[in-house]
């Protein structure tokens, strides 16, 4: 069995976000990158399935800049067997990434996708649904548990309130949840070979695909400030509070 990867290049989880001073969107110069936590995670889920004889390859492919093949670099390291880098220096929406991704699906065939259910620079969340549309693919979102089991996948997902178990058959397409699992570090030995690894690279342009813009970002800014907390000394002076301050009791 082939297993897709998809990774993202994002701003590093432990950076303070800044925005631009136009408001255009987040400020990346000079900012620390790396993997996407949540592909992270689909990452070493795959090199796990693939541990357990399960599949036979994992490919990993990232859409973005030069700098992106680091981070496919990180995939191997982990364990990928090659890498896929769609180079772009544009900004794409995740319609665009899906088919993007839909093409290299129908040129890797492989019957297994497992990508994080969200990034942490635009918290779209809609990839995962949106590629699985266009592929006419069953998915599982919000993977807690991964299962194979001849030709069908069993997914433990996240829902409000527990869990619920799905069926695919495969080909399907999964996305990861935080509980799924812990990724591996990559050890020295591993981060050599990483760099023999095959790693394709291929111009957005020669896809040639419809990426028009369905959505116009206008403005980006930050959550407004909390307030410092207030100490009280009985619960009716909290009550009154919650109703003449907060105004959210009547």
Not at 29 to 46: L, R, Y
Not at 55 to 83: F, H, K, W, Y
Request: net charge positive; glycine share 4%; with cysteine.
């Amino acid at each position: 069995m082939k297993i897709l990867v998809p990774v993202k290049r994002v701003i590093d989880f432990n950076v303070k976000i800044r925005i631009k001073s136009d408001q255009s969107g987040v400020e990346t110069t000079n900012v620390k990158m790396s993997m996407n936590p949540f592909d992270e995670i689909a990452v070493e889920e795959a090199i796990r399935i693939k541990e357990q004889n399960k599949a036979n390859e994992v490919i990993c492919v990232s859409i973005g800049p030069q700098q992106s093949q680091e981070t496919l670099r990180t995939a191997l390291a982990m364990g990928a067997d090659r890498a896929i880098h769609i180079a772009t220096n544009e900004d794409l929406e995740p319609l665009a990434i899906a088919k993007i991704l839909q093409t290299i699906a129908h040129k890797e065939k492989p019957e297994l996708i497992i990508m994080g259910k969200q990034s942490i620079d635009d918290d779209c969340n809609q990839t995962g649904q949106m590629l699985a549309g266009l592929l006419n693919w069953p998915q599982a979102t919000f993977a807690s548990k991964v299962k194979i089991q001849d030709q069908h996948v069993e997914v433990t997902c996240e829902v409000d309130g527990g869990l619920r178990t799905l069926l695919c058959k495969l080909p399907a397409l999964i996305t990861t949840d935080l509980r799924l699992n812990e990724p591996r570090y990559a050890s020295l030995p591993n981060i050599m070979k990483a760099k023999k690894k095959p790693l394709e690279s291929i111009f957005l342009n020669d896809l040639n695909l419809d990426l028009k813009p369905r959505i116009r970002i206008l403005t980006v800014t930050e959550p407004p400030k909390r307030q410092a907390g207030k100490q009280v000394k009985d619960v009716a002076e909290l009550v009154e509070k919650l109703k003449n301050e907060a105004k959210v009791l009547s």
